[in-house]
């Protein structure tokens, strides 16, 4: 489900930016200055300290929705502007270096060529995402899917399969009973 939002502003400046964001909702300029702070300090935290576990606690912090055993690597830059559109289901594994993305917003002068939107990403229970991966917005990583190196994610993987490239595209299925249940 896609949701307009506005064009990246012609103005420039990161005032102009979060003060037209203000002007449009109920909250103060200085509310959604700060919490574009705190989310941009939380995501640099997390991309570079060791212990997954902690990166899995500022990531939620941020907003990620995160279930349980999930393991995120390093360098994941996870979207600093809508993080509470990206769900990372319990038993997912993100290696390092990936980006996902849930939201497009191109200068004003494509307006006539390209959408400004944001949409959610799922990466769905026992999910592999490996290394130097990118997921695009609206993206759903079916349940026990795995995408392999260096793949640019641009639309739905199905559950169960194997995906690569750019765009990814399946390269193998498996059968769900070859999949060993976590306890």
């Given at each position: 489900m896609?949701?307009?939002?506005?064009y990246?502003?012609?103005?420039g400046?990161a005032?102009?930016?979060?003060?037209e964001?203000?002007?449009g909702?109920?909250?103060?300029f200085?509310?959604i200055v700060a919490?574009?702070?705190w989310t941009?300090?939380?995501?640099?935290?997390?991309?570079w300290?060791?212990?997954?576990n902690?990166?899995v606690?500022?990531?939620?912090?941020?907003g990620v929705?995160?279930?349980?055993?999930?393991s995120?690597?390093?360098s994941?830059?996870?979207d600093n502007?809508y993080?509470?559109y990206?769900?990372?289901?319990?038993?997912?594994?993100l290696?390092?270096?990936?980006?996902?993305?849930?939201h497009?917003?191109?200068?004003?002068h494509?307006?006539?060529?390209?959408e400004a939107?944001v949409?959610p990403v799922?990466?769905k229970?026992?999910?592999?995402?490996s290394?130097?991966?990118?997921?695009?917005?609206?993206?759903t990583?079916g349940?026990?899917?795995?995408v392999?190196a260096?793949?640019?994610?641009?639309?739905?993987v199905?559950?169960?399969?194997?995906?690569?490239g750019?765009p990814?595209?399946?390269?193998?299925?498996?059968?769900?009973k070859?999949?060993?249940?976590?306890?």
């Open positions: 896609k949701i307009k939002i506005g990246y502003s012609d103005s400046s005032y102009h930016q979060y003060k964001k203000a002007d909702s109920r909250k103060e200085a509310q919490k574009k702070l941009y300090a939380l995501s640099l935290v997390a991309m300290i060791p212990a997954s902690i990166r606690l500022l990531h939620r912090l941020r929705k995160i279930g349980k055993r999930v995120i690597g390093s994941v830059l996870m502007v993080p509470e990206i769900v990372l289901e319990s038993d997912c594994i290696s390092g270096n990936i980006i996902i993305l849930s497009s917003m191109p200068r004003m494509f307006k006539n060529v390209l939107f949409a799922t990466i229970r026992g999910a592999w995402i290394a130097g991966v990118i997921i695009l917005p609206g993206v990583v349940e026990f899917s795995v392999s260096g793949s640019v994610v641009t639309c739905d199905p559950p169960y399969s194997v995906v690569r750019n990814a595209e399946v390269i193998s299925r498996f059968n769900p070859w999949i060993i249940p976590t306890k």
